[in-house]
């Protein structure tokens, strides 16, 4: 029995090693044509969240727009502001999603 039980946690920590390997080298394209690396924003520890002040340390906040061609300007929720961390929304090591989609349908892809 505690064979068994030392093998499956063996197992759980070999599937958590490889699946935190994956994501690190999932890095989008455009970064990795920037030449940047984990460590370029993984700054404190490996496979640690990354706070929105450091992805301002290279991306500037985007500005408010007065026409985003007859829709909601993405960046200024009416229930949000533009306080949103960028994380709600842009994923570096996943498909980047549509927060807003959660409750309402908006047609714009998020990158």
Aim: charge should be negative.
């Amino acid at each position: 029995m505690r064979t068994s039980l030392l093998g499956k946690f063996q197992l759980l920590a070999l599937i958590f090693i490889a699946n935190n390997s994956y994501a690190a080298n999932t890095i989008k394209e455009h970064h990795k044509e920037s030449g940047l690396s984990c460590d370029d924003c993984h700054i404190s520890k490996p496979f640690e969240s990354v706070e929105t002040v450091q992805c301002l340390t290279c991306h500037e906040l985007p500005e408010r727009k007065t026409d985003y061609h007859h829709k909601p300007d993405k960046h200024d929720s009416p229930h949000y502001g533009p306080s949103l961390d960028c994380e709600n929304c842009h994923f570096e090591h996943e498909d980047s999603v549509n927060f807003c989609n959660d409750c309402h349908e908006f047609d714009f892809k998020t990158p």
